[in-house]
Every structure is written in C-alpha cells, then in structure tokens.
C-alpha cells in the first residue's frame, strides 16, 4: 500500500484529534467520527480489449450521512487504497459541512490506470463499477462526482447505468454530469472560481486590493488555469505558474489566456515566449503575495516552509502542506487558507447541480456565480470568525467549525436504537 495513504489517514485522525481537544468533544462523538459509517469494497470483472479479463478492486465511503446524504468524487488512479477512500471520505465530510451544505461525506476509487485503458474498457470497468456499488448510491443516499481521471463522461456512464437499472432516468444520482444530461452551467469552473472568491475575502481581510497583489501559481490545470484567468481579470499581477514540466515566470506579469494557448499547442507552459523557465521548487520560494499550490499534495513540507515567501498561501490542491510544514507556516505569520475552505467551489456547485437535478429547474449561470459568491464569502467570514473567538490558525479553525457542525448534527438527530 502506498505510505501517503496511510499518511493521509493517520493525518486526518490526528487532525480530528487536535480538533476534538479544542471542542472538548463528547466521547462517544469523537469515537463515532474517528470512523466511516459504511465501506463497501468490491470487485470489477472487466473484460480487456485483448481477450483476457481483468478483476478490478472498487471501494465506496460513506463517511459521514448525519447532516444530509453522502457527496464525493470517483478517483481512478493505481494507488487508490482503502485507507486513502477513507480519509478523503473525511475529508469531504468536513468540506461539505464548513460551507454549509446539507450533505455528508463520501468517496470512492477504483485501483486501475486509467491511462493505460481504452475508452471501451474504461465505459466497461465503470458500468460495472457501478452496478456493484449500486445498493449505496442514489440521489438521496450518496452523489458521487468527478475526482483525479474521471470526469463527464464517467459520470454520464454512473448515470446512465443506474437510469437503466432502475428503469427510468435519475439525473439525480451523480453531479459533474454534460450539460446536455443535467449537468450545472459553471461546473467545470467552479473550483477556480470559488477559490478566488475566498482569495477577494483574504485580501480585504488584510485591507489589500485584488488589483494590487502579486501572485505565483503551482499548477496550470482545471483548478490552477481558471484561479488565474479569474485574478487576471481583476488585475492580479500572475508572476508564475507551472505544470508537471516546469515553471515558468515573468516579473512584470502573465497573461494566462496565451499561456493556455501556448499549453493547448504544446502541452506546457514551459518555453512560452516573455517567460523565464525556473523549477518547480524555485516557484514555490518566489516572493509573493499569494502563492497558489494547485497541483499535488505535500508540495509545501518541513524541508521548504521556512522559505516560502508570501503573505497569504491559498490551497487549491487537496492537502499541499504537510503536518510539520503547517505549523511553520503559521508561526513565520503567514496567513494559510485550507484546501477545505479554497477548494470548496467545486463541491458548491455541484450542490446546485444536484437540486436543479432534484427540481427539473435549471438556474442561470448569472444565479450560480452569485450563490457560488455568496456561500464561498460566509464560509470564509465564519471560519475567520472562529480563527479570531478561539485564536486558532486557519486550518483547524475551518476543522473546528466543520466538525462541531456535524457533531451538532448527530446530538440533534440522538443515537439510534
Ligand atoms: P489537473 O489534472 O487538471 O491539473 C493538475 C496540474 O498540476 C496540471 O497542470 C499538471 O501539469 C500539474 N502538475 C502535475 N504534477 C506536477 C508537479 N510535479 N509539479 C507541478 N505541477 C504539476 O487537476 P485539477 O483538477 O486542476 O486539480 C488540481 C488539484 O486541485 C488537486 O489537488 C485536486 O484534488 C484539487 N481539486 C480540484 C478540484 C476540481 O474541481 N478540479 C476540486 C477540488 C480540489
């Protein structure tokens, strides 16, 4: 089993530990949310284009249902563990709770390497995947969505496979769907989008201007491009940005529209013109007021915290600091906004995904990026106001408010029989 995955989960426990301390944690809450309410681990026969037939292992986490039905992505990737479904499991409980929205927490994977199956092998593996996990999902149980390799298509074969089992059309039963079968207007750029939105509350925090701030940004893909596009347009110098090739960087601003069509023809940013090339490392250490990690996790570590030279550090990527780097980071002063909070877009959206699934009402995307606005600043101003009441940093002042919500939850709801 990969370690990061043992990692992450011991991380997390550690985390809820800390968290539980602070809150002074009822017993029998802490010892109910230390594990997932239900695991289902199965096995995929999928027949290869080859011939042979391949059994694939599946795993689907409902973490948490006390304040409203299962939400989390689909992962296909070769480490997926138990373990790692678990803790993100968790952690999407947390994130679904910090903004409000009336969901638990779930997630779910497949150990397979998507890049080196075909598309008939893939539709083949995830119909089957989802017909053996189909006694957990539903639009009132648990949504699953788009996570790391899969994405609409994925989500339209979940859709359709379920549709058909049950005999008729529930669009309901995943998000992250094409537009064309009740996907949401703002999906695909949600996550980008919420996390500039939390960046506008960051600043005006500190009484600085969007228009006014320098920003570097690891990570050049769905989540990375779009956090860019949407500073630029309010004037935010981008003096960096990467991809897995390299960085590349230009004091007096980038502008990312070229840099996507520069990526579009060449598959990196690495050699646009006006740029200079550095490293991935030297990106991270640039001096800055914003430095977006939105690539990988545990990019910002013991060995390079002390180095890090911005204000404000907006974690676009699930989990890019490690434990040890997190506590550096908030004693050097400089102000961390959490995965949870930064990358809770994504999860928002889907939300409204969901009810205009539920409703047959379709929004306009006018009403989605004002709703999106509004749920991305409360969730901001009630962490701040936590981080502030208990003096916390931001990281477990989010955990804090998230965990207290659920645990509010189950009080309220009493322990069953
Ligand atoms: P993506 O695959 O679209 O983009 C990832 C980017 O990171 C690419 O530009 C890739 O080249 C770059 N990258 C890969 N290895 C790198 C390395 N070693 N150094 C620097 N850059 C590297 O993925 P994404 O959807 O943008 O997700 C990025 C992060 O944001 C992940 O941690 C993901 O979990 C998180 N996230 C994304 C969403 C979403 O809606 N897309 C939602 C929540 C969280």
Not at 180 to 192: F, K, Q
Request: hydrophobic share 40%; net charge neutral.
């Amino acid at each position: 089993m990969p370690e990061k995955n043992i990692r992450m989960l011991d991380n997390a426990l550690i985390q809820l530990q800390n968290v539980a301390e602070v809150l002074e944690l009822d017993q029998w809450i802490h010892e109910m949310l230390k594990k997932p309410e239900r695991v289902l681990i199965v096995s995929i026969p999928t027949h290869m284009d080859n011939g042979t037939t391949k059994v694939f292992t599946g795993y689907r986490c409902q973490y948490s249902t006390a304040r409203g039905p299962a939400k989390g992505g689909i992962r296909y990737h070769p480490d997926v563990t138990l373990d790692e479904v678990i803790a993100l499991s968790m952690l999407m409980t947390w994130k679904c709770a910090l903004v409000g929205l009336p969901f638990g927490g779930g997630k779910g994977g497949v150990a397979c390497n998507p890049k080196e199956m075909s598309e008939n092998e893939l539709r083949r593996m995830t119909r089957r995947f989802t017909a053996m996990i189909l006694p957990l999902i539903g639009p009132d149980k648990d949504i699953p969505a788009p996570d790391v390799y899969t994405g609409p298509r994925e989500m339209a074969w979940i859709m359709d496979t379920y549709s058909m089992l049950k005999g008729y059309s529930v669009p309901g039963v995943v998000t992250g769907k094409p537009l064309n079968i009740g996907g949401s207007l703002g999906r695909n750029i949600a996550t980008g989008r919420g996390a500039a939105f939390v960046l506008f509350e960051s600043l005006k925090h500190f009484g600085m201007s969007p228009s006014n701030v320098t920003c570097a940004i690891q990570g050049f893909g769905n989540a990375g491009s779009v956090a860019a596009k949407f500073l630029y347009k309010v004037g935010t110098k981008i003096i960096a940005v990467s991809d897995s090739k390299g960085a590349v960087y230009n004091k007096e601003g980038l502008n990312p529209k070229k840099l996507l069509e520069y990526k579009e023809k060449t598959g990196t940013v690495v050699g646009c013109e006006g740029c200079e090339t550095i490293s991935n490392a030297e990106l991270l250490e640039l001096e800055c007021d914003v430095l977006i990690p939105a690539a990988l996790e545990n990019v910002i570590t013991e060995e390079n915290a002390a180095n890090i030279n911005a204000k404000i550090v907006l974690e676009v990527a699930n989990g890019p600091t490690t434990v040890e780097a997190d506590k550096i980071i908030y004693e050097r002063g400089i102000f961390l906004v959490p995965d949870i909070l930064a990358n809770a877009g994504g999860v928002t959206v889907s939300y409204f995904e969901w009810v205009q699934s539920l409703t047959t009402w379709l929004w306009t995307k006018d009403e989605i990026i004002t709703r999106l606005e509004k749920i991305m600043q409360r969730g901001f101003r009630d962490a701040l106001t936590v981080a502030k009441e208990k003096e916390l940093d931001m990281r477990t002042a989010t955990q804090v408010l998230a965990v207290e919500r659920v645990s509010d939850a189950i009080k309220t709801r009493g322990l069953f029989p």
